[in-house]
């Protein structure tokens, strides 16, 4: 038979929330806020209960304790306050409470009119082996009240010495600890800096300005217009062997810059800069300059080499062979990518090319770049970025990884789990009423919620959806209301204000002359370009608190099919922001939307004020219901702040 482990401890901890995969992965919240922390706690017979949050900072080893509070039904729950960034670990500890049993047994007795000697008795010992366990003061304390409940005049005395609050306090303080029962694992949480669930970032290449000094102007731009972070497409020097042309040829010619992600040449690697960029000291400026104007620089992690990569020469063995030993070239049947050689990290010694990849984010960092959006994550393994992640946010918690993973629900699933920040979604793709409201649902709402944050994209350089193509300017505006408004984390890449909707050929999500092959001159100031309208977008963003949260997503009722209304608030509920969307760019729509007026304290009865951010207009409006009217050619959205 086996041995019988801590019979004492037979408190029952389980459904501890919130958990991921039942603590496999941490959960995921931001610095400053308040964790809150359930799960069922019992035991056999009636005895009472106390339970206590413990937790920690991962590189403690001192717990720190939280009481949690009985809520019902043997459920429990206690606040963590995540005060600091970084990883955190937290488990449950309960046990018996035998005075505050005592005293509820006591109580019922006497009430009864029973027999208390034997029951005093009981107590006394409870309180004499509290007083030696305390020693001091509250040792002569516990003594004292002990000899005080003894020398009663009679058990009504004693019932109400032995209830007197002091004395409790004491008896909690010093309870026995010995049979505690802890939870049976630890969990972790990732309290992140406030710009992992609330951002707006722009991607630009700088390339196509020049050099990193000349790409400044577009800092100024993207500052002007209330971005938060600008990512950059890789910077480093390309390869010419396979070099591709214009609008993705095969043959480049004479002057044709390359793909940036075909990374690597005689002038090195993922450490370097492309010469005519500048140096590493222009890109420090660079980083500074952005940081002066309230803007973060986010980098492309593209881990693939062109074959002028020096890897190539030095470590082959990274590499992916045909069977006549030449290195092969990427694909994504059908495309392919003659000019990049993708890293086999199932070679036979891996150890050395993950340390690389640490290397390379180490040296990055050092630069002051705390924000990676990494490409195409989904083709390395899973147990890569836990480990790397991992490893670089232990010594810089306060980094950022972005994924972008367009790829299976369950394998972009996973990367977040791993430990990605911020994860690109399917927002691109859903367009229609019933597939925006499921989708974002889901993943803005646990158990989702609680580890994966949506960042979403209109466009990106590889991304022309066709609604953008045919809906034109209306619905260009259109989907950035959307992105701005149903996530706390969206993005744009430039040439978005201006419209550009041409694509490569009929049902080609390509760009006809995409940036990613060529350098692109625009006037940022054409007829019909959006850069006031995404200023003023994000100007709202930051003057609204409900926008700066991902969870508090909510979805509802508009009687028209084409129209979606959905509504973000404060926990205060001091900010409540709602948006009417027309899904039809060709049309104008209109609507009767419902408002959950019970829930914000606001009587059948009794009218409020919305105010429309975008046109600056105010409604009265009175009761559960509320009149929208949409048009492509003014907006064909509405952004309305309540105001009782």
């Not at 040792?139 to 005395?157: K, S």
């Not at 393994?381 to 990884?401: M, N």
């Not at 205060?572 to 104008?588: G, I, T, Y």
């Not at 951010?613 to 050619?633: A, I, K, M, Q, T």
């Amino acid at each position: 038979m086996g041995a019988i482990v801590h019979p004492r401890r037979t408190v029952v901890i389980e459904a501890v929330a919130p958990t991921v995969d039942g603590g496999r992965y941490p959960v995921k919240r931001e610095v400053g806020a308040v964790l809150e922390v359930t799960a069922d706690i019992f035991k056999e017979g009636h005895e009472v209960l106390v339970a206590s949050l413990k937790y920690r900072r991962a590189a403690e080893r001192t717990w720190r304790d939280a009481p949690m509070r009985h809520i019902d039904n043997d459920r429990w729950a206690g606040t963590l306050p995540l005060d600091s960034v970084g990883r955190w670990v937290f488990t449950i500890e309960a046990l018996a409470d035998p005075y505050h049993s005592w005293l509820a047994d006591l109580a019922k007795r006497h009430a009864a009119g029973q027999d208390l000697t034997s029951e005093l008795e009981e107590g006394l010992a409870l309180i004499r082996a509290a007083a030696a366990r305390a020693g001091g003061e509250d040792a002569r304390l516990l003594t004292a009240a002990a000899r005080q409940i003894e020398r009663a005049p009679g058990p009504d005395t004693a019932v109400v010495f032995a209830s007197e609050e002091p004395l409790v306090r004491l008896m909690e303080r010093h309870l026995d600890h010995t049979d505690a029962t802890w939870c049976e694992r630890e969990f972790e949480v990732i309290a992140d800096r406030e710009r992992a669930r609330f951002a707006a970032w722009y991607e630009f290449f700088p390339r196509s300005s020049g050099t990193f000094k000349d790409a400044e102007a577009q800092l100024e731009r993207a500052a002007a217009m209330g971005f938060d972070v600008v990512y950059l497409p890789p910077i480093h020097p390309i390869g010419r062997t396979n070099r591709k042309g214009k609008n993705n040829a095969l043959t480049a010619r004479p002057g044709d810059p390359g793909s940036p992600w075909a990374i690597g040449s005689a002038e090195g690697g993922h450490t370097a800069v492309h010469p005519e960029l500048g140096t590493l000291d222009d890109f420090d400026r660079f980083v500074e300059r952005a940081r002066s104007l309230g803007l973060e620089v986010a980098l492309d992690f593209a881990i693939q080499c062109s074959p002028d990569h020096p890897w190539v020469a030095e470590h082959p063995e990274w590499f992916f062979h045909r069977p006549d030993g030449t290195i092969k070239y990427a694909e994504n049947p059908p495309k392919k990518y003659q000019d990049v050689y993708p890293l086999n990290f199932l070679c036979p010694d891996p150890v050395p090319l993950w340390q690389e990849m640490r290397r390379i984010l180490e040296f990055w960092i050092a630069h002051g770049v705390r924000a990676f959006r990494v490409d195409n994550p989904h083709t390395k393994p899973v147990k890569f970025w836990a480990w790397l992640i991992g490893e670089v946010q232990g010594a810089h918690p306060d980094v950022i990884f972005l994924s972008e993973a367009f790829t299976r629900p369950k394998v972009m699933k996973a990367l977040a789990k791993a430990g990605f920040t911020q994860s690109y979604t399917y927002f691109t793709w859903r367009n229609e009423k019933g597939e925006l409201t499921d989708y974002l649902a889901e993943i803005t709402t646990s158990p989702v919620a609680d580890y994966f944050r949506g960042h979403l994209w209109p466009n990106t350089p590889d991304i022309l959806h066709a609604t953008l193509q045919e809906g034109g300017r209306p619905m260009f505006k259109l989907r950035l209301v959307l992105a701005a408004t149903l996530s706390s984390l969206y993005g744009i890449y430039s040439g978005y204000e201006l419209c550009e909707n041409t694509p490569a050929a009929t049902g080609s999500e390509e760009y006809l002359d995409s940036e990613k092959y060529e350098l692109k001159r625009r006037d940022w100031n054409a007829p019909g370009n959006l850069v006031d309208f995404v200023s003023r977008v994000n100007r709202i963003r930051r003057e609204n608190r409900a926008l700066h949260l991902y969870t508090n997503l909510r979805f509802y009722h508009a009687d028209n099919a084409r129209v979606l209304f959905y509504g973000k608030t404060t926990p205060e509920r001091d900010n409540v922001v709602f948006v009417a969307a027309s899904l039809d760019p060709f049309a104008p729509q209109a609507s009767v939307v419902e408002l959950p007026i019970g829930e914000l304290g606001i009587a059948p009865d009794q009218p409020y004020r919305m105010h429309e951010l975008l046109s600056d207009r105010w409604f009265e409006w009175r009761g559960p219901r509320g009149y929208v009217e949409l048009h492509p050619e003014v907006d064909l959205a509405q952004i309305f702040v309540l105001h009782g």
